[in-house]
């Protein structure tokens, strides 16, 4: 049942690659953004070669493909978080723009001064200054679920400010540093019990877990493709049709609408609705390869093998004097460890790692509120996915021990 | 093991000449680099004839920001501000004695933005300052 890692690493040319001769990449820096398999690189490849047209509007054999191929991903896409239909996914160019978008449309239309929005303190800023923008524009009230000290939600807390009737609860499937994997479905339950809609950051959720949006019945569900094997540019909001039916349109132009006339205009129907302009259409071909790469292994399967290495990981970080890993242990975790390194920066510890290949990130990760809660002003990052190995943790620690050496 | 880690940057990281602040002064600023939230304040005490006669930083960072922090404030003590002004870049290159990418070079430049942004007098330290 264990995934073929060496098999799978084949598919994925990068990880051949050099970044000195001689020295191969130990590529440790998925939660920012994933490696993409041939299959994906191929995908696009071949429609650009193939199939490139415009879609929609063309009648021509190369625009019924293209057509056909960018739909085909939306379906793709649907069936992979278990939506109960394409319609419900909205290309968007990432998890930052799905986000922005329910913050343009929905909130718009349905926040007045004084309503609430309820966020927490391990945020991405992506789903924090949306927030503040509408705070400023709006005067809607933030409040924040706490992160306690082993970097778990408080839901206790959360439940007495549900006690405030908020209007929207938004908080993230996965901290992209904590890594904690947030209990989403107790979340949901609680913020409609209180009669708030919510939206999830599922942006690294969906390249770990398996999400299933009915199971969890989140109202809105935001995520990228790029962090799940496929290419930068697109990733997908899903939204439960009766609230994208009643929400205006977000972008004008080509595309959105069924009828413009000088001076009016009526949108069109679902998806298209939100999806003004020329799309990203190559991207959303390959957004549904890897959608297929993804599936055809399993994400049960993916999950177990980033909690293997997880698990590993932290406990070889743990034995380092001087590391300082952040977030829940490995049980409450996806594949991230974050650490600092006493009496060295972060970016050093990255700086120096690079000598060796390795991929680390270092800074806030676009997580200030949240180092800043833990007292730090930046962390080193590892992360991990189905293409890394034990020896590549390995290969990590023995970088530690040289980082710490130099700084001796 | 490599020319960014030279000895003196390590030891300029460790043991700076340099950090504290400067109660009174004349002229003192502080910013962030946005991309990893390093922090650097800087102090002037300035003469009649605009020589600097003490400088001191603050803050956290890297090697790279704390060193060439240090590195800076040796070399400005004795020169007059319009001298100061005319820092760039490569000022702050040679003192290090290393080359950088894109990203380190953000915080080897951190301090000189931060110190010409407190000597022009102005609200943000912003990379057109050092160019
Ligand atoms: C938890 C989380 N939310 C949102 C984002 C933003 O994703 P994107 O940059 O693809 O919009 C990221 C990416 O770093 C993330 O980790």
Redesign the pocket.
Known sequence: MTLNVKQIRKDFPILERETQPGVRVTYLDS??TSQKPTQVIEAMNDYYRRSNANIHRGVHTLAEEATSMYEGAREKIAKFINASSAREIIYT???????NLVAYSWARANLKAGDLVILTEM??H??LVPWHMLQTERGIELDFIPVTENGLLDLETYKTLLDRRPKLVSF?H???VLGTVNPAAEIIRLAHEAGAIVLV?G??SVPHLTVDVQALDADFY?F?A??MCGPTGI?ALYGKSPLLEAMPPFLGGGDMIKEVKLRSFRANTLPHKFEAGTPAIAEAVGFGAAVDYLSAIGMDKIAAHEHEITEYALDRLEEIPGVKLFGPPADKKGGVAAFTLEGVHPHDVAQILDRDGIAVRAGH??AQPLHEKFGIPATSRASFYLYNTKEEVDLLVNGIYKVKEMFS | MDDLYREVIIEHYKNPSYRGKLDPHDISFADNNPLCGDHIQIDLRVDDSGVVTDALFDGHGCAISQASADLLMESIIGKPLEEVKKLNKDSVLELLGIELGPVRLKCALLSLKVLKAGVYGLGEASDSLVE
């Open positions: 939660t920012a160019r990432n998890t930052t723009e799905s986000i945020e991405h992506s789903n993230t996965m901290s992209n950051d942006a690294q935001a990228s790029h962090k990733g990760h676009c």
